[in-house]
């Protein structure tokens, strides 16, 4: 959630340098709320979305307007998907904050629900409903969540289809930081269970020393008691302040601490033992790749024994863009997070094979040669999935290039890079546009003699990459060329052989 520090960064950001402002925003309070029920029926306004040539069709988001980080996600005990979101009914604007909701059974096909918290006039979410989580408590769906100015922790019960929820009339239950401590900031909570209760990190960061979770527990999710920091880091390493904390165990004998550190703006992981309700830090890595859009993920354990992650993928394109366009803002793919050989993995969900329509070409062992590029007959588009498998050889950078315009003056290039073994995502030539972003993404992946296989999603202007079930990136593009729907293969400084090759246009979320 940011509350503090949001700026309109994606007019003045920097990628060599981005420079990070203090602003208050300022927060309407909502006369009245209405509920959105989507069926599937064409209103007006999404008649005009349908002609938006960047408005994705099968990542999630809310029927307009502004949405930010998932809150509150659960897998209920019908088995439905709850995915909650920070989400402003009113405008493409941070600001009139509730949360919205919507509910799925297979975790890729989303109905929207009626808004499920609004601000409290005179209460202490009267300025915004924030970022916050979902728990089970004894059959009570219970969502913990932030208010704001001042920052405190308040609670609201559900019924059992999770379509109404009542707010606890004491909140906060968790009124201001502990006593003593200049803190940062001092939200987004995340509550788990153990034996001997209910446990909540919450995000913040102590002035002039860095970022930490601070760790609670309570009997009743009424009555909280301060502990200890649960992590603590060093502002010159991991940021002054971090935002939206999740904690879970991953593997046999570890845990991961996910959260969004203020300057970086983007999200870490902390990885490593948990003893004594202290988690002891062995590795700490980007969870995405692209540091520029993907933000404030959220974790959850579905029935599977899963843990499934998504994330608020940013707009790379100005404020005036995002209200013109009359939405901002886009949900990830679920991802799934594990530990393969002691280090941090993330894959999509098999699930997301629910939404493959017509079958484009399919290629094996294609030998290229030399700084060369290989257009695909039959393959193009704006919203399809890509499977590349690749042998290294001598090239020094090979891959894919999507959304390509007929002569190359438009597209985007996501390959290997042998040099600086690392998957990379160059959109440094996907738009015309001057006015939008166009970062050029590395994440390292050393390959021990094994190919290298790209898994591509691109649903207009979101572009999603998972490689070898380890490593995923994300970012955003703007084309405006009509004809950059080109997809072709590329290799720079030697020869490569793609070993195979398979393509799909997707379909929409909403059928």
């Not at 994330?311 to 679920?334: D, F, I, N, T, Y």
């Not at 894959?347 to 700084?371: A, H």
């Not at 590349?388 to 999507?402: D, L």
Request: glycine share 8%; charged share 25%.
């Amino acid at each position: 959630m940011i509350v503090l520090f949001y700026k309109e960064f994606i007019k003045s950001i920097s990628f060599i340098k981005l420079r990070i402002g203090e602003i208050t925003l300022t927060l309407f309070l909502l006369a009245s709320i209405f509920p959105i029920i989507d069926e599937g029926g064409k209103t007006m306004e999404r008649k005009k979305f349908e002609t938006d040539p960047h408005r994705p069709i099968y990542h999630f988001l809310p029927p307009a307007n502004w949405m930010n980080d998932p809150n509150g996600l659960i897998q209920w005990e019908d088995g439905t998907y709850h995915l909650f979101y920070q989400y402003n009914p009113d405008s493409p604007q941070p600001a009139n904050i509730c949360w919205g909701h919507a509910v799925s059974k297979d975790l890729v096909h989303w109905k929207n629900y009626p808004v499920a918290l609004s601000p409290t006039p005179n209460g202490p979410d009267k300025d915004g409903c924030w970022t916050g989580c979902a728990v089970n408590d004894n059959g009570t769906p219970t969502l913990i969540y932030t208010g704001v100015f001042p920052e405190s922790v308040c609670i609201a019960m559900g019924d059992n289809k999770l379509l109404n929820f009542k707010k606890y009339d004491k909140n906060p239950v968790i009124p201001k930081p502990p006593e003593g401590m200049e803190v940062t900031g001092f939200r987004d909570p995340y509550v788990w269970r153990e034996e001997d209760g209910w446990y909540l990190v919450l995000g913040s960061g102590i002035k002039g020393k860095g970022g930490l979770a601070l760790l609670y527990r309570s009997k009743d999710l009424r009555q909280w008691e301060y502990l200890h920091p649960l992590c603590e880091g060093k502002e010159e390493e991991t940021g002054f302040m971090w935002e939206c904390p999740n904690f879970s165990p991953l593997g046999e004998d570890k845990y991961v601490l996910i959260t969004s550190p203020i300057p970086l703006f983007y999200p870490i992981y902390l990885l490593g033992s948990y003893q004594e309700h202290r988690l002891s830090v062995e590795k700490i890595g980007k969870v995405d790749g692209c540091k520029h859009s993907f933000y404030a993920p959220q974790i959850f354990r579905d029935r599977k024994g899963r843990l499934i992650m998504f994330g608020w993928l940013r707009e790379l394109r100005s404020a005036e863009a995002q209200k013109e366009a009359g939405w901002s803002g886009v949900m990830s793919l679920p991802r799934q997070i594990s530990l393969k050989n002691g280090e941090f993995a993330v894959d999509v969900v098999p699930e997301t094979e629910k939404l493959r329509g017509k079958r484009l070409n399919s290629l094996s062992n294609i030998g290229i040669q030399g700084d060369a590029f290989l257009p695909l007959e039959g393959v193009e588009g704006d919203i399809l999935e890509i499977i590349a498998r690749f042998r290294p050889m001598e090239a020094k950078s090979f891959g894919v290039a999507i959304r390509r315009s007929q002569n190359g003056e438009e597209e985007t290039l996501i390959g290997y890079d042998e040099e600086k073994k690392a998957v990379f995502v160059d959109a440094s030539r996907s738009s015309h546009d001057d006015s939008v972003a166009k970062p050029i993404c590395y994440t390292k992946l050393r390959l021990k003699n094994e190919p290298i296989t790209l898994h591509i999603f691109l649903d207009r202007s979101v572009i999603e990459v998972f490689a070898n079930k380890k490593i995923a990136l994300a970012t955003r593009i703007y084309p405006t060329r009509k004809d950059s729907l080109g997809v072709g293969l590329f290799s720079k400084g030697g020869r490569t052989t793609l070993e195979k090759f398979e393509a799909w246009e997707m379909e929409s979320i909403w059928k």
